[in-house]
Nanobody, 127 residues
């Protein structure tokens, strides 16, 4: 089992920045990849970014590329999502997720691939 706890959400004006954190505990050695997803009111959950745990290879949705940066601190078992140049359309509940499947590299955009989820953290961007 892997437990994930997110933090760092909040209210920010358009153009501002936030950094989300996701602390993992439990069977860390089994992790293959971690992802960030978001869900806005009335919309489906969507992929934001992902990172491979062992070598930090990163992936981004086109909507956040160049504005968001995903990273990890393996010593702290933590994944981060640095969000810059935030827009009102970034408003959503953000979730981190972890996967232990070796096929993760081919399926990281698929939320149903992930085994473990955090509780979510609200990000609100005002115009």
């Amino acid at each position: 089992q892997v437990q994930l706890i997110e933090s760092g959400g909040g209210l920010v004006q358009a153009g501002g920045s936030l950094r989300l954190s996701c602390v993992a505990s439990g069977r860390i050695f089994s992790l293959i990849g971690m992802g960030w997803f978001r869900q806005a009111p009335g919309k489906e959950r969507e992929f934001v970014s992902a990172i491979r745990w062992r070598d930090d290879r990163t992936y981004y949705a086109d909507s956040v590329k160049g504005r968001f940066t995903i990273s990890t601190d393996n010593a702290k078992n933590t994944a981060y999502l640095q969000m810059n140049s935030l827009k009102p359309e970034d408003t959503a509940v953000y979730y981190c997720a972890a996967d232990t499947d070796r096929s993760w590299g081919a399926t990281f955009r698929n939320q149903f691939q992930y085994d473990y989820w955090g509780q979510g953290t609200q990000v609100t961007v005002s115009s």
